[in-house]
């Protein structure tokens, strides 16, 4: 059973930092690509970053310059280096990856970390 399972989620002070982890896990053979998203309270869920396993990464431009996305394919794990955060990057913040199992490629989702940034 595939699983995602983020951490570094908490509290912060504009203009400081946060470094978010997802751990996939659970039969999977290969990983196409993985991201972040984000969904603020009444807001859609909108794409924050994603990488694919040949490195190629793609950014919100509400984020371009602050945060940057990293993985360790080896470890199943994507990163996300949240900089010069800002009270509007508030939200909860879910992990996705396109990945392949043995006969079957699709999305699966984190169950989410909440990042807030307040003073």
């Known amino acids: 059973q595939v699983q995602l399972v983020e951490s570094g989620g908490g509290l912060v002070q504009p203009g400081g930092s946060l470094r978010l982890s997802c751990e996939a896990s659970g039969g999977i053979f290969s990983i196409i690509a993985m991201g972040w998203y984000r969904q603020a309270p009444g807001k859609q869920r909108e794409q924050v970053a994603t990488?694919?396993?040949?490195?190629?990464?793609n950014y919100a431009d509400s984020v371009k310059g602050r945060f940057t996305i990293s993985s360790d394919n080896a470890k199943k794990t994507v990163f996300l280096q949240m900089n010069s955060l800002k009270p509007d990057d508030t939200a909860v913040y879910y992990c996705n990856g396109d990945l392949r199992t043995p006969g079957v490629r699709r999305i699966y989702w984190g169950q989410g970390t909440q990042v807030t940034v307040s003073s």
């Open positions: 990488i694919t396993t040949g490195g190629r990464t």
